[in-house]
């Protein structure tokens, strides 16, 4: 295992990763924060180093020598970076293909990096890392379609379980007649009938080519929040989307948003692999994770109780901290509003509204950086799109709504028909009524831990009831208390009363 990189405490760090795939090269730098992993720059080329290996054995000599000047360009920049571990690793084209040492060996004279090259089982393991590391509830199994192959990795209970490689890539079943979608579909399922043990409710899609079926998807659907990461997909439905690609033309889909000319050649068979997966394993959805062997790399590298940290929470304080001014803040409005989380409806499930509420009070200060005047749009946008895994789309929606509300936004939000169409009312009620407990715990106290200590709510006999300790009444319970405790008590369907006394 790599040196860990920090302490839960440790400062942050630059990661960089590059992965030599069967059809791209990518470099990714990530900053480090604890569990809050951040990409602050993503590079690939589409080299196709896999193009050829199904007939010659061999990697594609136009590919090789795209990806060479690619690696090269890759290590000046990790050279200007300098980040505090590189991880350079190699996957299926550079594995099987029988100049591949050749290959590793003249990027390390040209460029200096050290190529790591993963065994099957590796890669399919890290795959699986790499989803857990973005989706740490992740129950079922793990797909990563490359270019030369498709990993398949059960997961269960936060645990990697085995996996299987199965040559079921774009390059590694390329026919010299031309590519035939039923003769493809028909060598697909005989592959796929050696996966039945890997038979599932739900498919974590990796790589490039099914995020950009995703995309698709997103389109054809009119989607209104293009974020691909846990991005889910009933499979009944995305059956429909798979064949409609896989009779498309190479000439009609370079037409559709999001697919390039490179991508649109293998995006058929991609398709293919999925239907067929979806038939055989039994699938009833498939969630899109964009995390995968790269992360997975870095996510074990971590100290196990940095590893262990929520991710969405993590993402949560790193980017709460950025914009606000008051680090104690978060810890005491989860405490102060713990008594109205209490009594507040169940949204999601009991354990998941104590993780969402925690997170809404991490990014409670999120707009104190922000202008005023637009205030309420820009702290709701950033929510919403916010590159911090560990959370659903409906999760993500739910907490804009609630931040939505900490900032005195009005219900319909700045994106009504986004809200809608990932929530239901219940939950965007729930979202709301948590938003305005946060708003009035923050101007009671003007987001000062130690004065809000002295003010308390709770919830009875149906009733919202603020008091104050002794002495503090007058400095905490005025007519912006009321304004506050008002709105917040009609939204619990609740009445107000302000005891004056401690």
Same mark, same amino acid.
């Given at each position: 295992?790599?040196?860990?990189? /920090?302490?839960?405490?440790?400062? =942050?760090?630059?990661?960089?990763?590059?992965?030599?795939?069967?059809?791209?090269?990518?470099?990714?730098?990530?900053?480090?924060?604890?569990?809050?992993?951040?990409?602050?720059?993503?590079?690939?080329?589409?080299?196709?180093?896999?193009?050829?290996?199904?007939?010659?054995?061999?990697?594609?000599?136009?590919?090789?020598?795209?990806?060479?000047?690619?690696?090269?360009?890759?290590?000046?920049?990790?050279?200007?970076?300098?980040?505090?571990?590189?991880?350079?690793?190699?996957?299926?084209?550079?594995?099987?293909?029988?100049?591949?040492?050749?290959?590793?060996?003249?990027?390390?004279?040209?460029?200096?990096?050290?190529?790591?090259?993963?065994?099957?089982?590796?890669?399919?393991?890290?795959?699986?890392?790499?989803?857990?590391?973005?989706?740490?509830?992740?129950?079922?199994?793990?797909?990563? /379609?490359?270019?030369?192959?498709?990993?398949?990795?059960?997961?269960?209970?936060?645990?990697?379980?085995?996996?299987?490689?199965?040559?079921?890539?774009?390059?590694?079943?390329?026919?010299?007649?031309?590519?035939?979608?039923?003769?493809?579909?028909?060598?697909?399922?005989?592959?796929?009938?050696?996966?039945?043990?890997?038979?599932?409710?739900?498919?974590?899609?990796?790589?490039?080519?099914?995020?950009?079926?995703?995309?698709? #998807?997103?389109?054809?659907?009119?989607?209104?929040?293009?974020?691909? #990461?846990?991005?889910?997909?009933?499979?009944?439905?995305?059956?429909?989307?798979?064949?409609?690609?896989?009779?498309?033309?190479?000439?009609?889909?370079?037409?559709?948003?999001?697919?390039?000319?490179?991508?649109?050649?293998?995006?058929?068979?991609?398709?293919?692999?999925?239907?067929?997966?979806?038939?055989?394993?039994?699938?009833?959805?498939?969630?899109?994770?964009?995390?995968?062997?790269?992360?997975?790399?870095?996510?074990?590298?971590?100290?196990?109780?940095?590893?262990?940290?929520?991710?969405?929470?993590?993402?949560?304080?790193?980017?709460?901290?950025?914009?606000?001014?008051?680090?104690?803040? =978060?810890?005491?409005?989860?405490?102060?509003?713990?008594?109205?989380?209490?009594?507040?409806?169940?949204?999601?499930?009991?354990?998941?509204?104590?993780?969402?509420?925690?997170?809404?009070?991490?990014?409670?200060?999120?707009?104190?950086?922000?202008?005023?005047?637009?205030?309420?749009?820009?702290?709701?946008?950033?929510?919403?799109?916010?590159?911090? =895994?560990?959370?659903?789309?409906?999760?993500?929606?739910?907490?804009?709504?609630?931040?939505?509300?900490?900032?005195?936004? =009005?219900?319909?939000?700045?994106?009504?028909?986004?809200?809608?169409?990932?929530?239901?009312?219940?939950?965007?009620?729930?979202?709301?009524?948590?938003?305005?407990?946060?708003?009035?715990?923050?101007?009671?106290?003007?987001?000062?831990?130690?004065?809000?200590?002295?003010?308390?709510?709770?919830?009875?006999?149906?009733?919202?009831?603020?008091?104050?300790?002794?002495?503090?009444?007058?400095?905490?319970?005025?007519?912006?208390?009321?304004?506050?405790?008002?709105?917040?008590?009609?939204?619990?369907? /609740?009445?107000?009363?302000?005891?004056?006394?401690?």
């Amino acid at each position: 295992m790599p040196e860990a990189l /920090l302490s839960a405490l440790g400062a =942050p760090r630059d990661v960089a990763a590059i992965d030599i795939g069967s059809n791209s090269v990518r470099l990714v730098l990530y900053r480090l924060e604890g569990r809050a992993i951040w990409t602050v720059f993503n590079e690939k080329v589409l080299a196709g180093l896999g193009r050829d290996l199904a007939a010659t054995g061999q990697l594609s000599v136009e590919g090789a020598a795209q990806a060479l000047t690619a690696l090269k360009r890759f290590a000046a920049v990790i050279d200007g970076v300098r980040p505090a571990l590189v991880f350079v690793a190699a996957t299926a084209a550079v594995r099987e293909a029988s100049d591949g040492t050749a290959f590793c060996e003249k990027v390390a004279a040209e460029t200096g990096l050290q190529i790591r090259v993963l065994s099957g089982e590796e890669e399919a393991r890290y795959a699986a890392l790499g989803v857990l590391a973005g989706i740490p509830d992740a129950e079922g199994v793990a797909g990563d /379609l490359g270019g030369s192959s498709l990993e398949l990795v059960r997961i269960t209970g936060g645990e990697v379980g085995r996996g299987v490689t199965l040559p079921l890539g774009p390059f590694a079943m390329a026919d010299e007649t031309g590519f035939d979608a039923d003769r493809r579909r028909d060598a697909i399922a005989k592959q796929l009938k050696t996966a039945t043990d890997y038979q599932a409710d739900t498919l974590y899609a990796v790589g490039g080519a099914w995020r950009t079926l995703a995309q698709v #998807h997103m389109e054809l659907t009119a989607y209104p929040l293009r974020i691909v #990461h846990q991005y889910a997909m009933g499979a009944e439905e995305l059956l429909a989307t798979a064949r409609l690609i896989a009779r498309a033309s190479r000439a009609s889909l370079e037409k559709w948003p999001g697919v390039s000319k490179k991508r649109a050649d293998t995006l058929p068979h991609a398709a293919l692999v999925l239907e067929g997966l979806i038939e055989s394993l039994e699938l009833k959805r498939v969630v899109v994770s964009a995390w995968g062997v790269r992360e997975g790399l870095l996510y074990e590298a971590l100290e196990p109780e940095v590893a262990a940290a929520d991710p969405l929470l993590a993402g949560s304080s790193s980017l709460g901290a950025r914009q606000g001014i008051s680090p104690a803040l =978060p810890g005491a409005l989860k405490g102060w509003i713990a008594p109205l989380l209490a009594a507040m409806p169940v949204t999601f499930d009991k354990r998941r509204d104590d993780v969402l509420a925690d997170a809404a009070c991490r990014l409670a200060d999120l707009g104190a950086r922000l202008h005023p005047d637009h205030r309420v749009e820009l702290a709701f946008d950033q929510v919403l799109r916010a590159p911090v =895994p560990g959370q659903t789309h409906a999760e993500r929606a739910w907490l804009a709504a609630a931040v939505n509300a900490r900032y005195g936004g =009005p219900s319909g939000t700045p994106e009504p028909d986004t809200v809608a169409r990932l929530l239901t009312e219940d939950q965007r009620q729930g979202a709301r009524a948590l938003g305005l407990a946060i708003r009035l715990a923050c101007d009671i106290s003007g987001r000062a831990p130690q004065l809000l200590a002295n003010a308390h709510a709770a919830v009875k006999d149906g009733a919202l009831v603020l008091t104050a300790s002794d002495g503090y009444a007058d400095v905490l319970l005025g007519e912006q208390t009321r304004r506050r405790g008002k709105a917040l008590a009609e939204a619990m369907g /609740l009445k107000l009363d302000i005891r004056n006394g401690g």
